[in-house]
């Protein structure tokens, strides 16, 4: 997962000027970066290749103006990013805060910086997963993508040549259960924790969350969430946990123009695994 816009920064140097005159005393690394520990342990540090978890904070003085936990993978060189020259200096459990000074970037931010302002980002590592165990995880990641795809180029033939048990709804929907789930049923939900895939009928593999690594947040609020209508039909069949492949006639997913390389008038197969229900 790639630091967002928001704080690949891209700094090249750090003016010399005060942080805040209330601040704690900063001390300043050999590449620029502004830090001071709030907590320092002497725990694991991350390497090349290791993924970093870690809970970060982004202020404008006092003022919080974003949180979030994330994960990065720590590179070879972090180049003149701030977060990632942060890492180098600390280990699992340290937090930190840093200093970067807007007048040293490119652009002012998302407008909520003027110039002469300082951004802070408080950093805590959460957790380090050694290189080896990630990349094991990608390849199990991997290998369920791989097989997902093989499972649903072989409903589409046996589809195909008629011999797929489906179940076929009043609007032409066509579904498979392959898992009956024991959660929490679809339509008294607010929110569901997916994996997908999404093929043409010849096989073509369009989208898949499993060679993301990890499970799509869909919001059965329309407004949250635009999916095509079969998708949404097939989706309300199911409980939480439940394994299933949709196959969306046209009219039901792209229409009569298609959408990028969806052809017109193209039927589309999705693959579901419901994780977990809200």
């Not at 180049?79 to 890492?87: S, Y």
């Not at 990028?260 to 695994?273: A, L, R, W």
Request: charged share 25%; glycine share 8%.
């Amino acid at each position: 997962m790639r630091i967002s816009c928001l704080l690949i920064l891209c700094v090249i140097s750090l003016p010399s000027c005060s942080v805040l005159d209330d601040s704690p005393s900063f001390e300043v690394t050999q590449s620029g970066l502004h830090y001071y520990f709030h907590e320092k342990n002497d725990g694991v540090k991350p390497q090349v290749g290791d993924e970093i978890h870690y809970n970060m904070t982004v202020r404008k003085g006092r003022k919080e103006l974003n949180s979030n936990h994330k994960k990065e993978i720590m590179p070879l060189s972090p180049k003149k990013n701030p977060i990632l020259q942060a890492f180098k200096i600390m280990g699992l459990g340290d937090s930190m805060t840093i200093a970067v000074f807007v007048d040293s970037l490119p652009h002012l931010i998302s407008g909520q910086f003027e110039p002469g302002d300082t951004m802070f980002v408080d950093l805590q590592i959460t957790d380090i997963r050694k290189k080896q165990e990630v990349e094991e995880k990608i390849n199990e990641m991997l290998d369920k993508a791989d097989r997902v795809t093989r499972n649903v180029r072989s409903h589409i033939k046996n589809f195909i040549n008629g011999e797929l048990p489906c179940t076929k709804t009043e609007s032409g929907l066509q579904y498979l259960v392959e898992k009956e789930g024991e959660g929490k049923a679809v339509n008294t939900a607010n929110r569901a924790a997916l994996h997908y895939a999404v093929f043409l009928p010849n096989g073509q593999e369009l989208e898949s969350t499993f060679r993301k690594g990890s499970p799509k947040a869909f919001y059965f609020d329309k407004k949250r969430t635009r999916a095509v209508p079969g998708f949404s039909e097939g989706l309300a069949l199911l409980n939480g946990g439940s394994r299933a492949t949709l196959i969306i006639p046209y009219d039901l997913a792209y229409g009569e123009h298609g959408r990028g390389p969806i052809p017109p008038k193209s039927d589309i197969i999705i693959y579901v695994e419901l994780m977990e229900v809200y």
